[in-house]
């Protein structure tokens, strides 16, 4: 018998507490039988088999094949996926544990304000740049991409003391809000973002290919993803609005910017004792256009507006699940 399907998340920190949060709010509960194991399961999937590893690990393992799914960080990502294309980024885009790996130097170094400048400093400098950095491979291409003679220096551990103590001249790192690097005297450069990086989800590419039962699996999470994500940044506006005919409402809703709905408004009658024609019309629209369209639907006679959060809008098939289908087409 084959051995499960594998999800592998992040073992620690705050990108395991924003993991389990999202999956819980997209409908997929991870539940630990002890919360000292490194393995536990989703009710919704029951197929599948949750371990946690190290947000390195996690790449290196779907590379490898030994797991089939993971979430982990851009960053990461990138860092590790390899060259033969085992890695297959299903979703790149899942909202949380924002931030970029970027290039920093010395506070004291004034004039070296972007690359173009630091090139012109490492003249001055008349050897290469030192770098230290957890992240080799992405940091050699972005340095030599920008001509820029350098050695790196593998660190473990904080790298913001690095240029304080000398051992290296400037460091590439994960910044979220600045405030490390602020800290302890660095700047990241105007254009020295090497790579933007947020949570994404990977799959082993083989495995999609030749087990259906991977593919299937992966169909359900970006259903259940993107269905969450949409719902994230849409709500459910419902009012009344007088007027005779469900057929004229919808015009004059179409009209106005924002209040079209997804496909159009869905449009029913009120029944009221008084006589008078009333119909309730129900919409879904974008988060930052609630005012908009609280104005539109007032602007055409709607009253007793009421605003609701949605769990879910699914697709007839989600796009990057079709985008996924393509993928493994190439070569």
Same mark, same amino acid.
């Given at each position: ?8 998340? &992040? ?70 996926? *390899? ?11 899942? *909202?949380?544990?924002? %931030? ?21 400093? %490492? ?25 820029? $003679? ?9 790298? #913001? ?10 460091? !590439?790192?994960?910044?979220? !809000? ?9 700047? $990241?450069?105007?254009? *020295? ?29 970006? #259903?259940?993803? #993107? ?45 009221? &004792? %008084? ?39 699914? #697709?007839?098939? $989600? ?13």
């Amino acid at each position: 018998m084959s051995r499960p399907i594998r999800l592998s998340l &992040p073992s620690k920190g705050r990108l395991e507490e924003a993991t389990l949060e999202f999956l819980r709010a997209a409908g997929m509960p991870v539940v630990k039988l002890n919360p000292r194991q490194y393995q536990a399961s989703i009710p919704t999937l029951p197929d599948v088999q949750v371990i946690f590893q190290r947000a390195g690990d996690i790449v290196v393992s779907v590379r490898q094949g030994s797991v089939e799914f993971g979430i982990t960080g851009l960053d990461v990502i990138e860092e590790k996926r *390899g060259e033969n294309g085992e890695v297959l980024v299903l979703h790149e885009a899942l *909202g949380f544990g924002a %931030c970029a790996l970027t290039l920093a130097v010395p506070e004291s170094w004034e004039d070296v304000r972007d690359m173009a400048s630091l090139r012109l400093h %490492c003249q001055r400098l008349g050897r290469p740049l030192r770098v230290a950095t957890k992240f080799p491979n992405l940091t050699e291409r972005f340095l030599q991409q920008h001509d820029i $003679p350098h050695q790196l220096i593998a660190a473990e551990g904080t790298l #913001e003391t690095a240029p304080a103590i000398g051992y290296a001249d400037a460091i !590439s790192d994960l910044v979220s !809000s600045g405030q490390t690097l602020r800290d302890n005297r660095l700047r $990241p450069l105007e254009d *020295g973002v090497i790579q933007p990086s947020q949570a994404a989800l990977i799959a082993h590419r083989p495995s999609l290919r030749t087990r259906p039962e991977v593919l299937e699996v992966a169909r359900r999470l970006l #259903e259940y993803i #993107e269905a969450h994500l949409r719902a994230r940044e849409n709500l459910l506006v419902t009012a009344n609005v007088r007027g005779d005919d469900p057929q004229h409402i919808a015009q004059k809703m179409f009209v106005q910017s924002v209040i079209g709905g997804l496909q159009g408004p869905t449009i029913s009658p009120v029944f009221v &004792p %008084c006589g008078e024609k009333w119909h309730s019309v129900t919409i879904v629209v974008r988060r930052d256009q609630l005012t908009q369209a609280i104005a539109e639907l007032r602007q055409i006679g709607g009253s007793g507006i009421i605003v609701s959060p949605l769990t879910y809008i699914f #697709e007839e098939e $989600p796009p990057r699940y079709r985008a996924m289908l393509a993928a493994l087409q190439e070569a």
